[in-house]
């Protein structure tokens, strides 16, 4: 079945230091990917995504690209700023043939990301 | 862009209660809504799926009898959570789709924090 793996946390940074969240996955097909950030005490919130190879989100300064041939979703951002603080999730989704348009997203376990001024 | 409203945000119940959570879509009629579960430190787990008007999809080792959703309109799904234990304190999501729509975003509720003591 599909899964998302992304790399564990927590993640500590300097206000703006670079960050990389690695997200790779395993589906069959063709599925769309999907960055999900959770702040503290707070449902998600979509941050961004992707819905074909080679396509790239972006939000808020953050990007990732939907790369088929590593099967990964990474999440960038140049600069990060102590209100990005939260816990990201890669997750990914397919339609599903049930013929009720019905779909559901896998998620990654999440990463914490800490912001230290 | 779309709301869905989830409520209460907290509770604390005595065990061998029942409590009901609710997820509406403010602005929006929700073809399919979704309840996930999320364990500390954990990621979101599916619970079921449910479209308006017919019975909930059950994931596989969720008790149907003890999680009774109920989807009666396009804007409103229910998540009664029967004979509460205080291994089912956790944090419930809720996540719904918009009708019609041809893409695979779903909108997340703000979350209940079910406190069982």
């Known amino acids: 079945g599909d899964s998302v793996t992304q790399m564990e946390g927590p993640v500590t940074l300097s206000e703006e230091a670079f960050l990389t969240i690695n997200c790779t996955y395993t589906?069959?097909?063709?599925?769309?990917l999907f960055w999900y950030v959770q702040y503290p005490g707070e449902g998600l919130q979509l941050l961004l995504k992707?819905?074909?190879?080679?396509d790239k989100g972006s939000n808020k300064g953050f990007e990732a690209t939907y790369r088929k041939e590593t099967t990964s979703f990474h999440l960038e951002k140049g600069s990060v700023q102590v209100s990005d603080s939260a816990v990201y999730f890669c997750?990914?989704?397919?339609?599903?043939?049930?013929?009720?348009?019905?779909?559901?997203?896998?998620f990654g376990k999440g990463t914490k990301l800490s912001v230290i001024p | 862009g779309a709301v869905v409203s989830q409520h209460p945000s907290r509770v604390i119940c005595k065990s061998g209660t029942s409590v009901k959570i609710e997820c509406r879509s403010l602005?929006?009629?929700?073809?399919?809504m979704f309840w996930y579960r999320q364990f500390p430190k954990q990621s979101l787990m599916l619970m079921a799926t449910s479209n308006e008007g017919s019975k909930a999809t059950y994931e596989q080792g969720v008790e149907k009898d003890k999680f009774l959703i109920n989807h009666a309109s396009l804007t409103l799904s229910t998540l009664t959570v029967t004979s509460a234990h205080p291994e089912d304190s956790s944090f419930y999501i809720c996540?719904?789709?918009?009708?019609?729509?041809?893409?695979?975003?779903?909108?997340f509720g703000q979350g209940t924090r079910l406190t069982v003591v």
């Open positions: 602005d929006f009629q929700a073809t399919t």
């Open positions: 589906a069959t097909g063709y599925p769309s």
């Open positions: 997750a990914l989704s397919h339609l599903s043939y049930s013929g009720a348009g019905s779909y559901q997203l896998t």
């Open positions: 992707a819905t074909k190879a080679d």
């Open positions: 996540s719904a789709r918009e009708l019609g729509r041809g893409n695979t975003e779903a909108f």
